[in-house]
């Protein structure tokens, strides 16, 4: 009788077993289209030991994609938030940023039921779950921030990835316009092996919330600030299999912008101090040492402020900052207003031993440039030097003619002593009237070279004022577009 039971029962658990395989397969086969279907494990008890235990077959499976069928793609969610932005390395190119990075995707290997297993989330050791290699394609630098041991489990299967990455980047930097800067800087989330087959990347919030939720918890109020966040997603193709199978990636824009009242104080304005009062120089009257020896002093102080402020100016190869041009065209002018003092001082004190003043000197400055900065050449005095009204002249020696002539007047005035006289006295005349005419002809030489000093010294005064004007108005047109 319990042979007969016994092989009752036999017949009857393969019966059981046979149909629980063939419900297990109609099953398969009915959900097969249905390829994201999850594995529902059982808790024992509603507490978190039974949910670990429950769970411990799930763990064995960390070395592999959490997906039912591997034609599936799995959808990484990710976003971040800006904490803090630690500096800019403007000679290496590199971006240096602390952000909280957070990546949520779908694990198909497990979910529970949150009532009998006496609770909806858990966290485990991140090690034990598969997690996606996506990474940044412009880190330069390994990860120095402090390392998150677990992963966040919810009950429907969404495993939560967040952690802090201090991230490294490079950063194309265009410091041009420095120190009214705005640069761009790009985080290229993408796998490294994973093809858009395998892993997809996707915002997991908006843009807006994103740039809203960093200003307001960014640490920093340093050198740079936060202006804009932007996004975008694209396809990379793989080199081997063309488009059909390219890299999915997710492009972040960070939009920073350089605050520029350390800069506008410490290094614009006292260069502005310094380049007006050598414009102002110009008042002192060039023939006075005192004239040299304060723009010497100028052009020494202007060195040390460069020597100064060296560390505050951007240093790179790829550009040249717009304000490293202007330092050097006001160190220049300053150099050229101190050999122009030294050229004018030479012609207002030696100009009396010169030669009289070539030609094309003459037109290109004394009438062109004089009449450029408003100088004019003078007029020559020659009412004093009028032709002699005797047949002598200016080469002959004083008060001798021609000796024909003198000897005929002498025999006719002979005569009459008032008019030999009145000769004497004419000729005495005639001494004085070339002496005058040499001297002023050696004033009118000296006044010349003085009026190219002169003139000289009013261009180059026009060409500060210009240069002045002009820089004022490129920092105005370059503030401007800087606060847009």
């Known amino acids: 009788m319990a042979a007969k039971d016994f092989s009752k029962m036999e017949s009857q658990r393969w019966w059981v077993s046979s149909h629980q395989v063939l419900f297990i397969i109609c099953c398969i086969m009915v959900q097969a289209p249905c390829l994201r279907c999850k594995i529902v494990v059982n808790c024992t008890n509603p507490n978190t030991i039974a949910l670990l235990a429950a769970l411990e077959n799930v763990m064995k499976l960390y070395s592999i994609r959490p997906v039912m069928n591997l034609s599936t793609p799995t959808n990484i969610s990710m976003y971040f938030t800006l904490y803090g932005i630690l500096g800019v390395e403007e000679k290496a190119q590199l971006l240096n940023t602390y952000i909280w990075l957070v990546k949520e995707w779908e694990n198909e290997f497990f979910s529970w039921d949150p009532v009998q297993c006496g609770s909806a989330n858990i966290s485990l050791p991140r090690e034990m779950f598969w997690s996606p290699d996506v990474v940044i394609n412009e880190f330069m630098d390994e990860n120095r921030s402090p390392t998150i041991p677990y992963v966040y489990i919810k009950h429907t299967g969404k495993v939560r990835d967040a952690n802090p990455v201090r991230v490294v980047s490079s950063c194309n930097l265009d410091i041009y316009t420095f120190p009214f800067d705005v640069q761009n800087c ?5 796998s490294y092996i994973h093809r858009v087959s395998d892993i997809r990347i ?11 939720r960093s200003i307001s918890v960014l640490s920093t109020e340093g050198e740079w600030e936060l202006m804009d966040i932007k996004s975008r997603r694209f396809n990379l193709s793989a080199p081997d299999q063309g488009e059909s199978n390219p890299y999915d990636e997710l492009y972040f824009y960070i939009v920073l912008r350089r605050r520029a009242t350390l800069y ?7 260069s ?10 110009f008042l002192l009257p060039p023939q006075n040492a005192d004239r040299s020896s304060f723009k010497m002093s100028l052009i020494f102080g202007y060195s040390v402020f460069l020597l100064i402020v060296n560390d505050l100016l951007p240093v790179t190869g790829s550009t040249i900052p717009l304000i490293n041009v202007f330092f050097a065209i006001c160190l220049a002018l300053m150099v050229a207003s101190l050999l122009e003092t030294i050229l004018i001082t030479n012609l207002l004190v030696g100009s009396s031993n010169f ?16 009449t450029l900065v408003w100088l004019p050449q003078k007029s020559r005095e020659d009412k004093i030097i009028l032709n002699p009204v005797a047949r002598g002249t200016l080469s002959d020696p004083p008060g001798i003619y021609n000796y024909t002539d003198f000897h005929s007047v002498s025999r006719s005035l002979s005569c009459d002593p008032a008019l030999a006289e009145l000769r004497n006295l004419s000729n005495e005349l005639q001494s004085i009237r070339l002496h005058v005419a040499q001297h002023v002809d050696g004033n009118q030489i000296s006044q010349d070279w003085m009026q190219v000093g002169y003139i000289l010294d009013r261009l180059l005064f026009g060409i500060y004022c210009i ?10 047109s370059v503030w401007s577009n800087y606060l847009k």
């Open 186 to 190: 790009t985080f290229t989330f993408n």
């Open 202 to 212: 996707i915002l997991g919030k908006k843009v807006e919330d994103i740039l809203k």
């Open 272 to 281: 502005f101090f310094l380049i007006t009062v050598d414009l102002f120089s």
């Open 467 to 476: 240069f002045i004007t002009f820089s004022f108005i490129v920092i105005l």
């Open 355 to 370: 030669r009289p003043v070539p030609g094309w000197v003459r037109v290109l400055v004394l009438r062109f440039m004089g």
């Open 264 to 270: 506008v104080v410490n290094l614009l304005i006292p």
